[in-house]
C-alpha cells in the first residue's frame, strides 16, 4: 500500500483562492519573505492573516507556504520529522483542499518542505524549500520579555545577554544545557531563533544549498536563511558547540546517525530508540538496513501495512 | 511490537464525524435553528461579533451552532472567514450621539438631558432560575410601551462635561491618517490609541474584566465613573469617491461606554477628568465597561500616573488580549514534542550524569 501522503494533483476547492490567501495577500507575504532574505537572519513584521488553523499549530508555516506555493509543486509536510503525525496530516490536508497540489513523503521528491521541529536527515537540494513552523521567532524572549527591547537589542547587535545565558548554564550545569531552539547567529550579523529543532539538527543550516523560511504566525514575523548563507551555533573556545548523539542505533534501520525517537513499550521501563525521520528511516530499510528489531515482517513500521 | 503511535489521516477522519455526532446530540430532540440562537442568545451572538471582529448575527449564529456554544471557538470560525471578505470601503466614523436608543444611562448626573433610559437589563432582576422558562409553557414576552418617545436630543455626558472644561478635550485625528488596522498590518508596540482600541475591542472579555477589575481592587486604581453608558443603533456610512457624499449602508447594535476618571493635573495640565473608552458590538456592556477601565489605565504613562501595575503595560495587555491567539498557543501543548522532550531528556539524563560524578568525587574526597 502506498502512504496516504502520496497523493496525485487534484483540482482545487473552487470555494477559496488557491492556496487559500487572496493574491493581494500572497503578494504582502511574499515581499516580507524577499525582505527577510535580504537581511538574513532579520525578523521581518508581516500582516500575518488569521488562518482556519489555530495560532501555534503552524499559522505561520502555512502562510510562507501559501505565498510561494504553486500548482505544480509537490508538498511534504512533517511534523516532529514524521508525515503522519496528525498535525502534519491536518496541514497537508488543507493545501490539498486549496490548492490541489501533489503531495508526498518523500524528501527527495518535494519542492517545498513544510516542517515543525526537525530538518529532514538527509540533505535537501538546490531549488528545495524548507518552510518552518515558528512559535516564538524572538531567540531573546526567554531573557527578554518585551519586543520594544529586544528590537533595540538587535539593532544595536547587543547579543551579550544571550552569552551570559549560555555561560550561566555553564557555571552552574558544567555544559550549555540548551537542546533545542539553539541560538545561532546567521551570516554574523542577527542572532535567530531556529525555531524549536533539536541542535541535533544546527549543523544542517550552515552554507546549505536550499532557501529556509521561517513563519511565525501569531507573533506576525517572516524570516530567512537564504541559500549559502553562514550560520553558527553559539558557543565558547573552551565549550564548543556539540550535538545530541545516542549510545543505541534506529532499531527499524539500524542508523547511527540519525535523530532518535525513544518509544517506551510498557509500564517496566522497556523503550526502544526508532528514527523521527520516517521518510529516512524508510529509505533505508528499502534499501536493504536492517536495525535490531527491524527483521519481522509482522511489526512493519506505523503507517506501512504489509 | 512497535506500537503505531502517530495517528493519521482515518483517525482524524473519523474523529470529524464523531465530533458532528457530538455536535448533533440525542437526535430525539429537535435541533437548533441558527435563526433560534439568532434571536434568542443575543449576548452570545454579540461576543463573537465584536470578538470575531465582524458584524453578521447570522454568521455568528451559526458559528455558535458548529462550535456547540463553545464562544471562542466560535469567535475562532468568525474571524477564520473575515480574512476571506474583500474589503471594498473604509466607514466614516459612527455617530454615537445620532444613535437611536435602546438603553442609555449615567451614573454621574441624577438627571441630565434626555434623561435616563433603563432600557431592557438583567441588572434590576433577582437572579432565580425561572422555572416555567424549562418547559414550553412561558407564556408569550410582551414589552411595555412608553407613553412618550424618547427625546430626539441625547447628547452625551461627555460632551456636556467637555463645554465646561472639565474633561479633557478629546480631539478628532487627522482624516487623511489611515486609522490602525490589526487585522491587517502586525501590532506595533509601542503604538498609537487608534491600535490600542481595537486590540481591546477584539479583546477577550474576560481578559478584559479581570483586568479593568485589577485596577479597582488597587492595582493601578484609575478612579472612575461610569460617565455613561448607551446602547442602540447607529448608522453605517461610507462614502462612494464617484458620489461625493457618504451614503448610509446599515444600522449595527452597539453598546457605548465613556469612563469619566478622575485626574490631578500635573505641570502642564490643569485637574480636569479624563476619559476611558469602550465600545463593543451588540449588547455587551460587561465588555465596554471593562475595555474602558484597561483603555484609561493604558494610558497612565502618557498622563504622567505612577506605572508597573499589568493593566498599565500596553505590551502586556494588547500582546496577551486576543483569545484566538491565546487559545491557540495555549493548545498547542497538545502537538506532539516528542523531538523537543526528547532533547531535554538527552539533556537531563547527562547532567544527572555529571551530578553522579561529582557526588562521587566529592565522597570519595570526604572519605579520604
Same mark, same amino acid.
Given at each position: 500500500?502506498?502512504?496516504?501522503?502520496?497523493?496525485e494533483?487534484?483540482a482545487?476547492?473552487?470555494t477559496?483562492?488557491? !492556496?487559500?490567501?487572496?493574491?493581494?495577500?500572497?503578494?504582502m507575504?511574499r515581499?516580507?519573505?524577499?525582505? &527577510?532574505m &535580504?537581511?538574513?537572519g532579520?525578523?521581518?513584521?508581516?500582516?500575518?492573516?488569521?488562518?482556519?488553523l489555530?495560532?501555534?499549530?503552524?499559522?505561520?508555516?502555512?502562510?510562507?507556504?501559501?505565498?510561494?506555493?504553486g500548482?505544480?509543486?509537490?508538498?511534504?509536510?512533517?511534523?516532529q520529522?514524521?508525515?503522519d503525525?496528525?498535525?502534519?496530516?491536518s496541514?497537508?490536508?488543507?493545501?490539498?483542499?486549496?490548492t490541489?497540489v501533489?503531495?508526498?513523503?518523500?524528501t527527495?521528491?518535494?519542492?517545498?518542505v513544510?516542517?515543525?521541529?526537525?530538518?529532514?536527515e538527509s540533505?535537501?537540494?538546490?531549488?528545495?524549500?524548507?518552510?518552518?513552523?515558528?512559535?516564538?521567532p524572538?531567540?531573546?524572549?526567554r531573557?527578554?520579555?518585551?519586543?520594544?527591547e529586544?528590537?533595540?537589542?538587535?539593532?544595536?547587535?547587543?547579543?551579550?545577554?544571550m552569552?551570559?545565558?549560555?555561560?550561566?548554564d555553564?557555571?552552574r550545569?558544567?555544559?550549555? !544545557?540548551?537542546?533545542?531552539?539553539?541560538?545561532?547567529?546567521v551570516?554574523?550579523?542577527?542572532?535567530?531563533?531556529?525555531?524549536?529543532?533539536?541542535k541535533?539538527?544546527?549543523?544542517?543550516m550552515?552554507a546549505?544549498?536550499?532557501?529556509?523560511?521561517?513563519?511565525?504566525?501569531?507573533?506576525k514575523?517572516?524570516?530567512?536563511?537564504?541559500?549559502?548563507?553562514?550560520?553558527?551555533?553559539?558557543?565558547?573556545?573552551?565549550?564548543?558547540?556539540?550535538?545530541q548523539?545516542?549510545?543505541?542505533?534506529? &532499531?527499524?534501520?539500524?542508523?547511527?546517525?540519525?535523530?532518535?525517537?525513544e518509544?517506551?513499550?510498557?509500564?517496566?521501563?522497556?523503550?526502544?530508540?526508532?528514527?523521527?525521520?520516517?521518510?529516512?528511516?524508510?529509505?533505508?530499510?528499502?534499501?536493504?538496513?536492517?536495525?535490531p528489531?527491524? !527483521?519481522d515482517e509482522?511489526?512493519?513500521?506505523?503507517?506501512?501495512?504489509? | 511490537m512497535?506500537?503505531?503511535?502517530?495517528?493519521?489521516?482515518?483517525a482524524?477522519?473519523n474523529?470529524?464525524?464523531?465530533?458532528?455526532?457530538?455536535?448533533?446530540?440525542? %437526535?430525539?430532540?429537535?435541533?437548533?435553528?441558527?435563526?433560534?440562537?439568532?434571536?434568542?442568545?443575543?449576548?452570545a451572538?454579540?461576543?463573537?461579533?465584536?470578538?470575531?471582529?465582524?458584524?453578521?448575527?447570522?454568521?455568528? /449564529?451559526? /458559528?455558535?451552532?458548529q462550535?456547540?456554544?463553545?464562544?471562542?471557538?466560535?469567535?475562532?470560525?468568525?474571524?477564520?472567514?473575515?480574512?476571506?471578505?474583500?474589503?471594498?470601503?473604509v466607514?466614516?466614523?459612527?455617530?454615537?450621539?445620532?444613535?437611536?436608543?435602546?438603553?442609555?444611562?449615567?451614573?454621574?448626573?441624577?438627571?441630565?438631558?434626555?434623561?435616563?433610559?433603563?432600557?431592557?437589563?438583567?441588572?434590576?432582576t433577582?437572579?432565580?432560575?425561572?422555572?416555567? #422558562?424549562?418547559?414550553?409553557?412561558?407564556?408569550?414576552?410582551?414589552?411595555?410601551? /412608553?407613553?412618550?418617545p424618547?427625546?430626539?436630543?441625547?447628547?452625551?455626558?461627555?460632551?456636556?462635561?467637555?463645554?465646561q472644561?472639565?474633561?479633557?478635550?478629546?480631539? %478628532?485625528?487627522?482624516?487623511?491618517?489611515p486609522?490602525?488596522?490589526?487585522t491587517?498590518d502586525?501590532?506595533?508596540? %509601542?503604538?498609537?490609541?487608534?491600535?490600542?482600541?481595537?486590540? #481591546?475591542?477584539?479583546?477577550?472579555e474576560?481578559?478584559?474584566?479581570? #483586568?479593568?477589575?485589577?485596577?479597582q481592587?488597587?492595582?493601578?486604581?484609575?478612579h472612575?465613573f461610569a460617565?455613561?453608558?448607551?446602547?442602540?443603533?447607529?448608522?453605517?456610512?461610507i462614502?462612494?469617491?464617484?458620489?461625493?457624499?457618504?451614503?448610509?449602508?446599515?444600522?449595527?447594535?452597539?453598546?457605548?461606554?465613556?469612563?469619566?476618571n478622575?485626574?490631578?493635573?500635573?505641570?502642564?495640565?490643569? %485637574?480636569?477628568?479624563?476619559?476611558g473608552?469602550?465600545?463593543?458590538?451588540?449588547?455587551?456592556?460587561?465588555k465596554?465597561?471593562?475595555?474602558?477601565?484597561?483603555?484609561?489605565?493604558?494610558?497612565?504613562?502618557?498622563?504622567?500616573?505612577?506605572t508597573g501595575?499589568?493593566?498599565?503595560?500596553?505590551?502586556?495587555?494588547?500582546?496577551?488580549?486576543?483569545?484566538?491567539? /491565546?487559545?491557540?498557543f495555549?493548545?498547542?501543548?497538545?502537538l506532539?514534542?516528542?523531538?523537543?522532550?526528547?532533547?531535554?531528556?538527552? #539533556?537531563?539524563?547527562r547532567?544527572?550524569?555529571?551530578?553522579?560524578?561529582r557526588?562521587?568525587?566529592?565522597?570519595?574526597?570526604?572519605?579520604?
Open positions: 500500500m502506498t502512504l496516504v501522503m502520496e497523493t494533483r487534484t482545487p476547492d473552487e477559496y483562492n488557491f !492556496a487559500y490567501l487572496d493574491e493581494e495577500t500572497k503578494r507575504i515581499r516580507a519573505i524577499l525582505k &527577510a &535580504a537581511v538574513p532579520y525578523q521581518v513584521p508581516f500582516g500575518g492573516r488569521e488562518m482556519p489555530p495560532y501555534g499549530w503552524g499559522t505561520g508555516g502555512i502562510q510562507v507556504t501559501a505565498a510561494v506555493i500548482p505544480d509543486d509537490v508538498l511534504k509536510v512533517i511534523d520529522g514524521a508525515d503525525t496528525t498535525n502534519a496530516v496541514i497537508r490536508r488543507f493545501f490539498r483542499r486549496v490541489g501533489a503531495t508526498t513523503g518523500r527527495v521528491e518535494a519542492t517545498i513544510q516542517t515543525r521541529h526537525r530538518i529532514p540533505a535537501l537540494r538546490e531549488g528545495q524549500i524548507l518552510v518552518y513552523q515558528v512559535p516564538i524572538e531567540p531573546l524572549r531573557i527578554e520579555p518585551r519586543e520594544a529586544t528590537r533595540k537589542l538587535h539593532a544595536y547587535r547587543e547579543y551579550g545577554l552569552h551570559v545565558r549560555l555561560y550561566e555553564i557555571a550545569f558544567g555544559r550549555i !544545557a540548551t537542546s533545542y531552539d539553539y541560538p545561532v547567529m551570516n554574523e550579523r542577527y542572532l535567530m531563533a531556529p525555531s524549536p529543532t533539536p541535533f539538527d544546527n549543523p544542517k550552515t546549505a544549498p536550499f532557501l529556509q523560511l521561517f513563519g511565525a504566525g501569531r507573533e514575523r517572516i524570516y530567512a536563511v537564504p541559500p549559502y548563507t553562514t550560520v553558527t551555533s553559539l558557543d565558547f573556545d573552551d565549550h564548543p558547540f556539540d550535538v548523539s545516542w549510545d543505541e542505533v534506529c &532499531a527499524l534501520c539500524g542508523a547511527a546517525d540519525s535523530f532518535l525517537d518509544v517506551v513499550l510498557d509500564d517496566a521501563g522497556k523503550r526502544m530508540f526508532v528514527c523521527s525521520d520516517t521518510d529516512y528511516c524508510e529509505d533505508r530499510r528499502a534499501a536493504g538496513h536492517v536495525g528489531e527491524g !527483521a509482522a511489526d512493519a513500521p506505523a503507517g506501512k501495512k504489509p | 512497535y506500537v503505531a503511535v502517530k495517528g493519521g489521516e482515518q482524524i477522519e474523529s470529524h464525524r464523531l465530533i458532528a455526532a457530538e455536535r448533533r446530540g440525542d %437526535p430525539a430532540v429537535p435541533e437548533l435553528d441558527v435563526r433560534q440562537i439568532r434571536e434568542q442568545m443575543r449576548h451572538v454579540a461576543r463573537v461579533m465584536a470578538e470575531g471582529s465582524l458584524y453578521d448575527p447570522d454568521l455568528a /449564529a451559526l /458559528a455558535i451552532k462550535a456547540q456554544g463553545d464562544l471562542v471557538e466560535a469567535i475562532f470560525l468568525v474571524r477564520a472567514y473575515r480574512t476571506t471578505l474583500r474589503r471594498f470601503a466607514s466614516r466614523p459612527i455617530d454615537s450621539a445620532r444613535m437611536a436608543i435602546g438603553r442609555r444611562i449615567s451614573a454621574t448626573f441624577k438627571d441630565l438631558p434626555g434623561g435616563q433610559v433603563l432600557g431592557g437589563t438583567y441588572d434590576y433577582h437572579r432565580l432560575l425561572d422555572h416555567e #422558562l424549562a418547559g414550553d409553557g412561558a407564556g408569550e414576552a410582551v414589552a411595555a410601551e /412608553a407613553a412618550a424618547l427625546d430626539p436630543e441625547m447628547p452625551r455626558v461627555s460632551d456636556i462635561l467637555d463645554a472644561g472639565l474633561l479633557e478635550a478629546e480631539m %478628532p485625528d487627522d482624516e487623511s491618517d486609522v490602525a488596522d490589526l491587517r502586525p501590532l506595533r508596540l %509601542p503604538g498609537r490609541r487608534d491600535q490600542r482600541l481595537q486590540n #481591546l475591542a477584539r479583546a477577550d474576560g481578559f478584559l474584566l479581570a #483586568l479593568g477589575y485589577s485596577t481592587r488597587g492595582y493601578g486604581r484609575t472612575p460617565g455613561e453608558i448607551r446602547q442602540g443603533t447607529v448608522a453605517v456610512e462614502e462612494a469617491p464617484e458620489l461625493g457624499f457618504a451614503i448610509d449602508i446599515g444600522d449595527i447594535e452597539v453598546t457605548e461606554c465613556e469612563l469619566v478622575q485626574f490631578k493635573g500635573s505641570t502642564e495640565q490643569p %485637574p480636569q477628568f479624563t476619559r473608552y469602550g465600545l463593543a458590538f451588540g449588547r455587551a456592556e460587561r465596554a465597561m471593562a475595555m474602558a477601565l484597561v483603555d484609561r489605565s493604558l494610558r497612565a504613562a502618557e498622563l504622567g500616573e505612577e501595575h499589568p493593566a498599565q503595560d500596553e505590551e502586556f495587555v494588547l500582546s496577551h488580549s486576543d483569545n484566538v491567539e /491565546a487559545s491557540g495555549v493548545q498547542h501543548l497538545k506532539p514534542h516528542y523531538i523537543d522532550f526528547q532533547s531535554e531528556l538527552h #539533556l537531563v539524563r547532567l544527572r550524569a555529571d551530578f553522579d560524578a557526588r562521587t568525587g566529592t565522597d570519595r574526597e570526604a572519605a579520604e
